[in-house]
Nanobody, 120 residues
Framework: QVQLVQSGGGLVQAGGSMRLSCAAS????????VDWYRQAPGKQRELVAG???????TYGDSVKGRFTVSADDAQKTVYLLMNSLKPEDTAVYYC??????????????WGQGTQVTVSS
């Protein structure tokens, strides 16, 4: 059994920075893929950033140059560093992580979500 627990988030002023974390516990060997999504009130869930199995990072157009996604296999933790935050970044942020749990077997799960509010 693997669990993902998110931390970080809260209230920040426009132009500020914030780092979100998503830590895996349990039968997790190493990270395979990472995606960070966000959902603002009344809007569809949006893919913000991701890391593919070969380590390639991708970003949504609205966050390119401001957000950085990373992963630490030793800590089984993934991060989303958000700089130059804007009020339109306000949303609930979710991590989606695929972990290797044993040879040839992966597990995919979601964090519980964390609110990020950017004030103008």
């Amino acid at each position: 059994q693997v669990q993902l627990v998110q931390s970080g988030g809260g209230l920040v002023q426009a132009g500020g920075s914030m780092r979100l974390s998503c830590a895996a516990s349990g039968r997790a060997l190493r990270i395979n893929t990472v995606d960070w999504y966000r959902q603002a009130p009344g809007k569809q869930r949006e893919l913000v950033a991701g890391i593919s199995s070969d380590g390639t990072t991708t970003y949504g157009d609205s966050v390119k140059g401001r957000f950085t996604v990373s992963a630490d296999d030793a800590q089984k933790t993934v991060y989303l560093l958000m700089n130059s935050l804007k009020p339109e970044d306000t949303a609930v942020y979710y991590c989606n992580v695929e972990m290797w749990v044993e040879a040839g077997m992966t597990w995919n799960g979601w964090g519980q979500g964390t609110q990020v509010t950017v004030s103008s």
